[in-house]
């Protein structure tokens, strides 16, 4: 296997949660009136979805720490 393939899929999959980000941004009004929210409570919902990607990477970066793979 080549070893463009996982920077091949690591882009790809980068792709796709720029898109599903893209895709919700335009929801949250609709989100706040069917869960009636307050401009509080929205303001969390959209920190913590735009926060725990971020705080996940530390997690996958540890794991790859502790485990090799076959591409390094």
Do not use: C, K, N
């Not at 796709?16 to 335009?26: N, S, T």
Request: no cysteine.
């Amino acid at each position: 296997m080549s070893r463009l393939f996982p920077l091949l899929l690591l882009a790809f999959a980068h792709t796709l949660v720029d898109a599903f980000a893209i895709l919700v941004e335009p929801l949250w009004p609709t989100l706040q009136r069917e869960y009636a929210l307050s401009a509080t409570g929205l303001f969390w919902v959209i920190t913590i979805t735009a926060v725990v990607p971020s705080f996940s990477q530390i997690i996958f970066g540890y794991l790859r720490d502790r485990s090799g793979t076959r591409y390094t």
